[in-house]
């Protein structure tokens, strides 16, 4: 049986649907959902599945991200072991005349969006309230057009709210946000580079690369854990690769590593990789990576991922109700589903 990354705690944002339609960045949810499906897969990272909060959509609003890290903290304040990995995908911009740095969450105003968007300095505080020795953010902030709609759509969006740049992180910001112990930040990419999409998978590029360092493709045989520093090698290597293949463009992920390093998760279970030789394990770790890419669906709050022919996994984080509520839309939801095989359907409560 494989082992669990217990003390490992992630929350992953994906925007998506902005209440202001033309920000709507509907791959960023598929990202989110694939690397929840990675997270919690017994086989590769083994996170337990009440460890890991998805906020997409209309839940990841302002209030719903501030609570989520709240959620973060007090999981942390109760595990002095705690491993807490965050992941935002969505719009970042920097306000022109003031140099502050802001993230288009769901619910931000167009006609107020200083106001009413989820400011730098408001993330950075709140994730410095996180006292987990081990703290890997990823923000993956300046979407390329075609992660919308077309490139005339994403230069129609920057005129319309000339009075802000499309960036990506700064060097200043982050140095701010990883004050503290043991604090890794990742970047999709620098400057104003763009964060491009892989229109096989409907995944972006980095989410894609970063799937498959989840399951492997940077680490050594014998090896049996993911750590960051798998991750950056992996990521610094086949992202820029991919992006010049396809778009012939410079894509370059920064990451801010100057801590010990740690792992953040499981690997292929805690079995580790085989001695099959490299070069077959990333075989078999991108046909898993499409596998996850095809199969995930969410409905509502329900995340349900079909990796096998004769199985069925549904995740749920969920925040309020009752389990019987809850159970009856996952039965409503299965019963045009068909399976070879047996399988379970499991359902826990978030954060109890």
Not at 72 to 92: I, P
Not at 120 to 144: G, K, Q
Request: glycine content about 8%; charged content about 25%.
């Amino acid at each position: 049986m494989s082992a669990l990354f217990s003390h490992g705690y992630a929350l992953l944002i994906g925007v998506g649907d902005s209440q202001y339609p033309k920000l709507s960045l509907p791959v960023t949810v598929k990202d989110t959902q694939a690397i929840y499906a990675a997270l919690t897969d017994r086989n590769l990272c083994a996170y337990p599945q009440e460890n890991i909060r998805v906020l997409n959509n209309a839940e990841a609003s302002r209030d719903g991200i501030l609570q989520g890290l709240r959620w973060l903290r007090e999981k942390a304040d109760n595990d002095r072991e705690a491993t807490v990995f965050v992941y935002y995908s969505g719009h970042g911009w920097v306000d022109k005349t003031d140099g502050r740095y802001y993230l288009l969450q769901h619910d931000v105003k167009a006609a107020k969006l200083a106001a009413s968007a989820l400011s730098a300095e408001v993330f950075t505080e709140a994730l410095r309230e996180i006292r987990a020795e081990r703290l890997l953010v990823v923000i993956d902030s300046c979407h390329a057009a075609g992660m919308a709609t077309s490139k005339d759509a994403d230069d129609e969006l920057m005129d319309e709210f000339d009075g802000f740049d499309s960036v990506a992180f700064s060097k200043g910001l982050i140095e701010s946000l990883k004050q503290g112990k043991g604090r890794v930040v990742f970047t999709s990419s620098e400057g104003h580079q763009k964060s491009w999409i892989d229109q096989e998978r409907s995944l972006s590029v980095y989410t894609l690369h970063f799937l498959e360092a989840l399951q492997g493709a940077g680490n050594q045989v014998g090896d049996k854990e993911v750590r960051v520093s798998n991750l950056m090698n992996y990521l610094a290597k086949a992202v820029p690769e991919m992006v010049r293949k396809i778009y012939n463009m410079e894509q370059t992920p920064h990451f801010d590593f100057d801590t010990g390093d740690f792992a953040i998760a499981m690997l292929c279970g805690g079995k580790g990789l085989s001695d099959k030789g490299l070069d077959r394990v990333r075989s078999e770790t991108s046909q898993k990576v499409n596998k996850i890419a095809d199969k995930i669906e969410q409905h509502g709050k329900f995340i349900t991922n079909i990796n096998e022919a004769n199985g069925l996994h549904i995740g749920d984080n969920f925040y309020s109700g009752d389990r019987t509520s809850h159970k009856s839309v996952v039965q409503k939801g299965l019963e045009n589903v068909q399976v070879g095989g047996d399988f379970t359907v499991n359902i826990t409560q978030n954060g109890t």
